[in-house]
């Protein structure tokens, strides 16, 4: 063999060798058990991760990526099936602005489907987990959970399983800095993103809520993300049967933690009738707010009626009422501690008639 024919076959074995380290289908795959979160890193800018997943046919799959440092940079998540991914050949991709991103194949087929994980901008440590619907973290009507956001830009998901015709109240309440800045989302049948939605919350702070006024039957999922800020919260999903009620008769206690804390109720009424909600908070020099509107959750800026009582004792009313569910919101503008909250003259003038003309 000639010189030329030798430096010939040693570019060859450096091409075939080269294919055979780079081709995407050498590359190793981590292989994910459904619901097991498993830890990873990307080193910087185009570090790619490569996972596999074995589902039955006919499941949601959902794979979620969770920063748990940097959660700012930008990272993408890739889905396929029965072969690897790129980022120009794929079945789905992530489609939040972050590091926390999620994917999903609504009705899978059975076999394996193939994730990839890759670093757009930065790195850091990740988690990673595919989910069917068995696993998925669910917020069941009426019991709330807690969780965490790390700090801007991290983000929780969570379904909701509803029968048609209800009202959906999705709830977070930040247990800590309540002025930190939280966004909530939702939609049906499929995650939402930060552009895609059914629903957000409107509320300037942590505190927020979504509703859906009348539900189609299935799955909605609710996304929280910290915009800025980090801590602990709790987040509940109600329907009228469980969503916290003040009655006619007799008032409720609570608690408002600090500013920027926010409390719902709703209350039942009848038609033409003068509906009064009473606030009285403490101690008196807080400033506490009480927003009430009909037939859907009030925010800071679109609501019925506001107190005007310029500490923590505050009255809204209606009249006439429209029959149907009022909700009412409490808030603090400034602050923290005890109230009590019920509906002044209902009682006397509703029921007690009411008694006396069954006798
Ligand atoms: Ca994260
Ligand atoms: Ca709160
Ligand atoms: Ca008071």
Redesign the pocket.
């Known amino acids: 063999m000639n010189s030329r024919a030798a430096f010939v076959l040693v570019l060859v074995s450096v091409f075939v060798l080269l294919f055979l380290f780079c081709s995407p289908s050498t590359l190793a795959q981590e292989s994910l058990t459904l619901g097991v979160p498993v830890t990873g890193s990307l080193s910087g800018s185009g570090d790619e991760v490569m996972y596999s997943v074995d589902v039955d046919a006919g499941q949601h799959l959902t794979v979620v990526l969770d920063a748990t440092e940097f959660n700012l940079h930008k990272y993408e998540l890739y889905i396929r099936y029965g072969a690897l991914p790129t980022t120009t050949t794929y079945d789905a991709r992530g489609g939040l602005p972050d590091a926390d991103q999620a994917v999903e194949v609504p009705n899978t087929q059975a076999g394996t489907y193939y994730v990839l994980v890759r670093s757009y901008s930065g790195g850091g440590a990740y988690s990673l987990v595919a989910h069917t619907t068995g696993t998925l973290p669910t917020l069941p009507v009426g019991t709330a959970r807690t969780g965490v956001l790390q700090g801007a830009g991290d983000v929780k998901l969570y379904q909701v399983v509803v029968p048609a015709g209800e009202h959906l109240a999705v709830v977070l309440d930040a247990t800590e800095f309540n002025l930190h800045k939280y966004e909530l989302y939702i939609r049906y049948g499929a995650l939402p993103t930060t552009a895609t939605y059914d629903a957000r919350g409107e509320l300037p702070d942590a505190d927020q809520a979504v509703e859906v006024a009348n539900t189609q039957a299935g799955t909605y999922y609710a996304l929280v993300r910290s915009y800025s800020g980090g801590g602990d919260y709790t987040i509940v999903a109600h329907t009228s049967s469980t969503f916290p009620t003040l009655a006619l008769c007799g008032p409720r206690t609570g608690v408002l933690q600090g500013t920027g804390d926010v409390k719902f109720y709703q209350v039942m009424v009848p038609a033409d009738e003068h509906l009064t909600v009473a606030l ?3 101690p ?1 020099l807080h400033i506490y707010e009480l927003y009430i509107r009909y037939g859907a959750l009030p925010t800071t800026v679109v609501y019925g009626d506001k107190g005007d009582g310029t500490g ?2 505050q009255v809204v009313q209606v009249a006439p009422t429209q029959a149907g569910t009022y909700y009412l919101m409490v808030r603090s503008y400034s602050g923290g501690g005890d109230y009590v909250i019920g509906v002044r003259g209902f009682c006397y003038r509703v029921l007690l008639p009411l008694v006396i003309s069954h006798r």
Do not use: R
Request: hydrophobic share 15%; glycine share 16%; proline share 0%.
């Open positions: 009285d908070g403490s008196d923590a004792d």
